[in-house]
């Protein structure tokens, strides 16, 4: 009943124009502290850093209690975890925050941010998911049954190539030079894809559904093509030690893109063009994520996966690199976002 009491009447827009000064002041101190310590902010900002900080908490749990925008709440919940970590980090040690230890916290939260707002569009993202492993699935089991199947999915002259170098194997492993020029290849078409799967999810989500459907019924085919030709172990060795990272990115790109599309196709009280806007916003952090997920991919695949390494460890590492962006995405962050929500719970408390 405490937080409900804090909702205002105001509409969202009147009660952030209300609230935008303070937010941007304390902004503006965290940032100065962040990059020359606390001792930048003066006697003046060291004394208004701990009532902005408390008023922005009571404004956080007003914004969640009113269910406000995504962008707005997401705004607020990195304001006070920015202002939470000047603001008790330095006293907790009794000194000054150094800037390394800032910017170690700001790394922190950045890191946590991701799996966040993975998991705040979780609908969308588990509808990719289906759409891209659905037909994969679908397109590797009906290779394997009749491998003309694929070629009605691939064009043959890019499937006999794969056929011939996978059953090659990879004992002799690759230069170095063709190691860099693949890693640069596997950059440009991934980020190629990915962005297809995002940008497109501005046709009402249609083009990111179709994307997502395409890809994996493609891959599908590839793979049990491969599979049906006596190279299944050696292309399952070449993609487990990337596939996680790069699957998983252009799943959750395409995940961001049917998020776009859904904003214009259901935008609420909204403009379209403001849903849009918002959505937008709220998916970038996703859409930044996947891109670093990309270019790790990427450098995976151009340097290890074919290299001459051992099939077990080959193996055993794409297992745990599964084991570490799964447990990554779905729990980083849970325990300082249960953390934060209790402290707003308790600064709501004491402010009414």
Request: proline letters at 3%.
């Amino acid at each position: 009943m405490a937080v409900m009491a804090l909702v205002s009447p105001l509409t969202e827009a009147a009660f952030a124009g209300r609230r935008k000064g303070d937010w941007e002041r304390l902004d503006a101190l965290v940032a100065a502290a962040q990059n020359r310590g606390l001792r930048a902010l003066g006697p003046e900002g060291v004394a208004q850093l701990s009532p902005l900080y408390r008023d922005v908490c009571a404004d956080l749990s007003r914004a969640q209690a009113a269910r406000y925008s995504a962008p707005l709440v997401d705004y607020l919940q990195a304001l006070t975890a920015a202002a939470h970590a000047v603001v008790y980090g330095g006293h907790a040690r009794g000194r000054w925050l150094g800037s390394a230890h800032v910017r170690g916290s700001a790394l922190r939260v950045a890191l946590e941010a991701f799996p966040r707002a993975v998991r705040r569009h979780k609908g969308a993202m588990l509808l990719a998911f289906l759409l891209f492993f659905g037909p994969f699935f679908a397109g590797l089991l009906a290779t394997l049954a009749d491998p003309a199947f694929a070629v009605r999915i691939v064009p043959e002259s890019q499937l006999r190539p794969l056929v011939e170098a996978y059953q090659q194997g990879f004992s002799a492993g690759r230069g170095t030079g063709v190691d860099a020029a693949m890693a640069g290849f596997y950059v440009n078409n991934n980020v190629g894809i990915a962005l297809r799967c995002f940008a497109t999810g501005l046709l009402f989500g249609l083009g990111s559904a179709f994307y997502l459907v395409q890809n994996g019924l493609a891959t599908g085919a590839i793979v049990g093509y491969v599979a049906a030709h006596g190279a299944g172990a050696n292309i399952l060795t070449f993609i487990v030690g990337h596939g996680s990272l790069e699957l998983g990115a252009i799943v959750l790109a395409g995940g961001s893109g049917l998020s776009l599309g859904w904003s214009i196709v259901a935008p609420g009280d909204r403009t379209r063009l403001a849903s849009l806007q918002a959505a937008a916003r709220s998916v970038m952090v996703v859409v930044f994520g996947a891109a670093v997920m990309l270019f790790m991919a990427a450098a995976v695949e151009g340097f290890w996966s074919a290299s001459s390494l051992p099939t077990v460890v080959k193996r055993g590492a794409g297992v745990a690199m599964f084991v570490v962006v799964l447990s990554y995405v779905l729990l980083a962050g849970r325990r300082s976002e249960r953390a934060a929500a209790l402290e707003r719970a308790e600064e709501a408390d004491r402010w009414t």
